[in-house]
């Protein structure tokens, strides 16, 4: 039997509660580089909205940031779909110029607002597969699962190491950095990169954070 408000999950028989009960979202912000940012900006997260982007998601953009909270499944692909319009559509409007998107994805947050961690059931996502906005993009991604009291203080690693195997092979991967993993390619395919990984040690691990910076139209990209 499940709990008001939530569904049983079919990957782990566990009850599961929605993706606004576990915390399932986002905070981002964007940096046109040009000089009609506010018009950039305003004007692409207008794009997305009208694209009818924003259904099963709440958003609340402040003057530091926007936060994106999943309201309904699937979470993953909501959130992906969503950002990856607004950052091809930033581009577009500043004539295909240089734009920067600061992104960090959470869930399981203890401190996130009105989240109800008592039902810890966690399903697998399925992929997020997002159109192709044609607009390529490189990022430095880092992934974090906290696990809080485990035995094995390198059990963290594994995960890491396994989403960074899974990009890998997804094509995506350009090599590693200095405290982060470098990805490449169209935003869409690159977002999806993220919150595949994300969410598949989600399914492990109640709380996982993942940080990216992603740039599109760099004056100084290196060739891909």
Avoid: N
Wanted: proline share 6%.
């Amino acid at each position: 039997m499940t709990t008001p408000g939530t569904t049983t999950s079919p990957t782990t028989g566990s009850p599961t509660a929605t993706p606004r009960e576990r915390g399932i979202g986002m905070r981002f912000s964007l940096h046109p580089h040009c000089d009609d940012f506010v018009a950039v900006i305003l004007g692409a997260l207008d794009d997305a909205e009208r694209a009818g982007l924003t259904a099963g998601l709440t958003i609340e953009t402040d003057d530091v940031s926007t936060w994106v909270g999943a309201v309904d499944e699937p979470a993953e692909q909501r959130l992906v779909a969503y950002l990856a319009a607004v950052v091809a559509a930033a581009h577009r409007r500043s004539d295909g110029g240089h734009v920067v998107a600061h992104v960090l994805l959470s869930r399981g947050c203890p401190g996130e607002v009105g989240c109800d961690l008592s039902v810890t059931g966690l399903p697998r996502p399925e992929p997020v597969r997002v159109p192709a906005t044609g607009v390529a993009a490189a990022a430095q991604w880092s992934l974090y699962p906290l696990l809080d009291g485990g035995s094995d203080d390198g059990a963290h690693m594994a995960h890491i190491e396994r989403a960074i195997a899974q990009a890998v092979e997804r094509g995506t991967t350009r090599g590693a950095a200095h405290y982060a993993t470098r990805l490449s390619g169209d935003v869409a395919e690159v977002l999806a990169t993220v919150a595949d990984a994300w969410g598949d040690v989600g399914s492990a691990v109640a709380h996982v954070v993942s940080h990216l910076t992603l740039s599109v139209g760099s004056p100084t990209a290196v060739p891909r």
